[in-house]
DNA sequence: CGCCAATTTGAGGTAACTCAACTCCTGTGG
DNA sequence: CCACAGGAGTTGAGTTACCTCAAATTGGCG
């Protein structure tokens, strides 16, 4: 990330979801030539976020939604009395902001867990270019949709599932996000704390820290800090799916 | 479907967006009289639905939205080995069916909690009409965005909050959603069962009554059986936004 | 009127939490 | 190059909020 003393460097002139590797997991999805030109004209700027920066907080006017070009976010709400919940982690091709919506103002904040940058959808011009392409209406839906039925997947884990249950849906989940960018499933590196999983899944970062201690042991990870080695993926496909259905 | 000996009645003729008394909750909101004639002649059948039985369940083929017209509902997803997990409560105004657009079909089940009236709102319609008008357009979104803003209220719930906490926040999200609707927010009759509550707020049946007997012993609620009557709804307020802020 | 589901209440168990000490990295400056 | 500081992670010991299991009670509905 061509880094001067800031580190924040902006190129809208490269900006171009036509020539963009991440079109097939972003936005883009299925779209024509015709369509992408577009598009080009709309997703005009690009912005950098240095690591621990936020690319917005909870109050601020909402004006345009962000897809992750590099790097990695996590979002999280506070309540009243300060305590926070991290309620997802954002990698590439994937879509920031959209708690914005329904009240002109974000809901969240999101902070980049590693130098980052996003591409800058403006979020009047996407309604208007997706009256005009349904392709692109239907797109903007169903990714909306999706992030719906993500999120009641974590309302499951969180209302009944137990911690190893957890954190093995936790890194499965993280396992197939990655292979699907074209990364080994089998190797990762957590570009976020204890802290934060255990905030994300409803746990102390003592209990996150036990929990992978004891996948080690049992022979279902190789953990070294944030370097994980996923050597039975099986094993953790079995605790999330529950062990009753092993009978 | 129009059942004589059961009560069940569909009235097609008279589903009309444009009269209905509850076209400032739901998804009218803010149209003019030539958008709400646009809708009267999409949104065309009414269905019901009877107590326990579902309108639609995880696995169905996605084609339409749904208004509740009458009536409350449930959603739950459910796991491979069975845990299942309420997402929600819906009332009066209230969308059914986001969950579908993603995948094409629908990813939980709903279940009428009592005997209940919904208005089919055929989504390839909607998505067509709100091409055409950006306030259908611009309000189905607001809707979705919300849904998704609730999910995170609800992660931070089940995340971070101790029984009191849930119970309460759960007693005063209902109240504020039935005084919207003209009810009094001091007394209210609950749809759900304690197992159903417990399931919502990541609890087992037993805490939640438990939690129900606390808050009557304390003079916070009046409890008998699933009529409620809140007696102190500060002291509901002070458990939600965390006993620290009151020093 | 009696059945059955829903709810309440009690007693004991446990998964996860809290608090605390220690170790391991990473980065910084002498 | 090494010393050192500080954040992140690990591990142990004791506590607790909620769960589990069980029994008693209530209330709605055929």
């Not at 920031?96 to 009047?124: K, M, N, W």
């Not at 022979?219 to 496909?237: H, N, S, T």
């Amino acid at each position: 990330m061509n880094n001067t003393s800031s580190g924040i460097r902006l190129e809208p002139f490269k900006v171009a979801c036509s020539s963009c590797n991440l079109r097939e997991l972003c936005l883009p999805v299925g779209m024509s030539n015709d369509q992408l030109e577009r598009l080009d004209t709309m997703v005009a700027t690009r912005r950098a976020v240095p690591r621990g920066e936020t690319l917005f907080r909870a109050g601020d006017p909402f004006l345009s939604l962000y897809a992750v070009r590099t790097g990695f976010f996590k979002t999280c709400v506070s309540s009243e009395d300060g305590r926070d919940q991290v309620t997802g982690f954002q990698m590439a091709g994937e879509l920031l902001g959209l708690d914005g919506i329904g009240t002109d103002r974000h809901t969240c904040d999101s902070v980049a867990l590693e130098d980052s940058q996003v591409c800058v959808i403006p979020f009047q011009q996407l309604e208007d270019l997706s009256r005009e392409f349904s392709d692109l209406q239907r797109q903007l839906h169903k990714i909306m949709s999706r992030e719906i039925v993500r999120d009641h997947g974590v309302m499951l884990l969180l209302g009944s599932m137990r911690a190893e249950e957890r954190l093995a849906a936790f890194l499965l989940n993280l396992t197939q996000r990655l292979q699907t960018r074209g990364f080994s499933p089998h190797s990762l590196i957590l570009r976020m704390t204890r802290e934060e999983i255990g905030s994300y899944l409803g746990l102390k970062l003592e209990t996150v820290s036990r929990t992978f201690s004891k996948f080690q042991d049992d022979g279902i990870l190789e953990v070294k800090q944030r370097q994980i080695r996923v050597l039975d993926p099986q094993a953790l496909q079995k605790l999330v799916n529950g062990s009753s259905a092993a009978c």
